[in-house]
């Protein structure tokens, strides 16, 4: 809307913008926080792997170094079974004359450790959860945008968000 006069050379527009649309800042808000628990997701995955790796490889040298498997399933908090084929798949280890309780700290400190990044990313699941099932129950959404932004397929998500009680976000 402009207003001009005839004999003036500057005008009066309006220059505000129209109030953005609820659904849309609520699916914008989702977006962002669904992007971010997508990336601290994928770094809670990432972070796990080299620290199980090297809980597998201190449990493979703590057998070579003659520990008991009963000994290292409890400090691991493994089944005997698991620590028997991790046991297995590092034939190639020599003895490394570390004391035992040396060892069994260590492999309890790494399991402590894997325990803490299993806990945060489960929480990091519930809230992806939550975010799903506010988009669904929103409708601001559908499930193949929820699917792209999620890293999940749209048949789980729906399966997932199936009566689920939705938090304020």
Excluded: C
Excluded at 42 to 54: G, H, L, Q
Excluded at 73 to 87: C, F, V, Y
């Amino acid at each position: 809307m402009a207003v001009m006069h005839h004999g003036d050379v500057g005008y009066y527009r309006y220059r505000g913008t129209p109030k953005p649309d609820k659904a849309a800042l609520q699916a914008e808000k989702i977006r962002k926080l669904l992007k971010a628990n997508r990336q601290r997701l994928a770094f809670k995955a990432s972070s796990s792997r080299p620290v199980s790796a090297r809980l597998n490889q201190h449990v493979a040298q703590a057998l070579r170094d003659g520990i008991k498997v009963t000994r290292l399933a409890d400090a691991a908090g493994l089944s005997r079974w698991t620590i028997r084929t991790i046991g297995l798949t590092y034939d190639d280890l020599l003895p490394s004359g570390q004391p035992p309780e040396h060892q069994l700290a260590v492999i309890k400190s790494l399991k402590s450790e894997l325990t803490e990044l299993e806990e945060s990313r489960a929480a990091l699941e519930d809230q992806r959860l939550n975010l799903l099932a506010a988009a669904r129950r929103l409708g601001v959404m559908d499930e193949f945008e929820l699917a792209a932004l999620s890293g999940l397929q749209s048949d789980a998500i729906r399966k997932m968000t199936w009566g689920q009680h939705v938090q304020v976000l």
